[in-house]
């Protein structure tokens, strides 16, 4: 797991696009994955099970990171909130 001590602000930036575009290339692998398979290229069993090791890839991702974004985001929530008052 990654660490979730407090972070400079572009790096969180690249954490939120990275995020996105692999959600992007998860959608796209699927999509491609389908496509052949409707195209007899490969086995429709084939592409299931790499769609859904896809999907456990993608979920396992989102999870890590979005926790980490969670906490980075709690602590300076909390941060900015003390400087306020």
């Excluded at 090791?53 to 300076?76: D, F, P, Q, S, V």
Aim: glycine share 4%; with cysteine.
């Amino acid at each position: 797991m990654l660490d979730a001590e407090p972070e400079p602000k572009k790096m969180r930036s690249e954490v939120y696009l990275s995020l996105y575009a692999m959600n992007e290339g998860f959608d796209r692998i699927s999509e491609c994955l389908w496509l052949l398979e409707s195209r007899g290229i490969i086995h429709q069993q084939f592409a299931q099970s790499r769609v859904l090791l896809a999907e456990e890839y993608r979920a396992e991702l989102n999870h890590i990171l979005t926790g980490l974004l969670k906490e980075w985001e709690l602590k300076e929530w909390a941060a900015l909130a003390a400087k306020r008052t």
